[in-house]
């Protein structure tokens, strides 16, 4: 007999202790089954299959919605349609963990070729700096800054007018001078070398063991590339106020605004999984669709989104797509910029 048959039906709920009719085959409070017989194998392994399916297909009738109806999932679940869905909030999540391994396996399948070359080239005669055997700086004359050698303070500031060539040959020295005399005091190494012995040189000093290769630059860009995926993560919330200001007419509150903006995004997400995995395949195609996603596909999903969800006419939607584009840019250069701190304070 089945655990669902009237014949296990008790007067209340094992889960809550809620009092039931016997005629009640779930529980009116919590939802558990009525049913008082012991489980056993089939009945386990039957309730397991119908709760993956009944999570299966929320996540398909999101997908689905998603893919074919842009900005319906949304609309539907601020009207409450939440058992047919999955909860938007859990499934961006989810989407974002998943392209965020999958940035992190392709990142790593592919090695990359280091485009910087042993010398860059100066406006002017600079001054190259070894170090001897006992660690005193010698200078040669020579037209020439190579990226694998040790320079001091004075020689950077000379002939690096340039704001991140500044940086960039002060991070690079420290790394390669670290690797010439790993044993060697941070203090004593910035003295020899011409710089203060303070607090943020030692902190640049630190950060510049870090880097594996001297093309820092790329090193950077793949750092926060990985990181993507918690860069529009942490700026959704923001973004979402610029939704609300924009549609404040409509009478939404800022939760139903977030819920759109997590189903909008879940779209961006798993479209961009797709074209990473096609790395694996061919870098010229992922990169090709990668181009028309940005340029055409998101513009567009977006335009189909405000309007089913707002229930804005053709140009009303245009125009408040005008308005969100330039907020957009600020707003991700306020998230940017944090994360950007906060990348270097971790790195």
Not at 28 to 37: I, V
Not at 137 to 164: A, G, P, W
Not at 228 to 250: D, E, G, N, Q, R
């Amino acid at each position: 007999m089945s655990r669902k048959d009237a014949f296990y039906r008790g007067t209340k709920c094992l889960n809550c202790n809620t009092p039931l009719d016997i005629s009640e085959r779930y529980c009116h409070y919590c939802g558990q089954l009525n049913s008082t017989k012991k489980i056993t194998l089939s009945d386990f392994i039957e309730e397991f299959f119908s709760n993956f399916y009944a999570y299966d297909s929320k996540l398909r009738n999101s997908l689905i919605s998603i893919f074919t109806k842009p900005g319906i999932l949304a609309k539907r679940y601020n009207a409450g349609q939440r058992f047919t869905f999955a909860n938007p909030f859990r499934l961006f999540l989810s989407v974002s963990i998943i392209l965020f391994i999958t940035i992190n396996l392709t990142e790593g399948d592919q090695p990359r070729t280091s485009k910087t070359t042993n010398t860059e080239q100066t406006k002017s005669d600079s001054l190259f700096v070894t170090t001897n055997l006992v660690g005193k700086i010698e200078k040669r004359k020579v037209k020439n800054l190579h990226v694998d050698s040790i320079y001091s303070k004075k020689i950077i500031t000379e002939n690096c007018t340039e704001f991140f060539k500044l940086y960039k040959f002060t991070i690079l020295t420290f790394r390669n001078s670290h690797l010439k005399h790993p044993t060697k005091s941070v203090s004593e190494t910035l003295i020899e070398l011409g710089f203060e012995d303070t607090k943020t040189n030692h902190f640049l000093f630190s950060k510049a063991k870090s880097f594996k290769t001297t093309d820092i630059q790329r090193e950077m860009l793949d750092y926060f590339y990985e990181k993507l995926p918690f860069l529009i993560f942490i700026s959704l919330p923001i973004i979402t106020i610029v939704f609300w200001l924009v549609f404040y007419k409509k009478g939404l509150n800022y939760t139903e605004h977030l819920v759109f903006v997590y189903t909008f995004y879940t779209f961006v997400f798993i479209t961009l999984i797709i074209a990473t995995l096609l790395e694996f395949i061919s870098l010229d195609i992922s990169n090709f669709l990668a181009g028309l996603l940005f340029f055409l596909v998101f513009p567009y999903y977006l335009y189909k989104s405000l309007r089913n969800f707002y229930q804005l006419s053709r140009w009303k939607t245009i125009f408040k797509l005008v308005i969100l584009h330039p907020l957009f840019i600020f707003i991700l250069i306020i998230a940017f910029f944090i994360l950007f701190i906060f990348g270097i304070l971790l790195m």
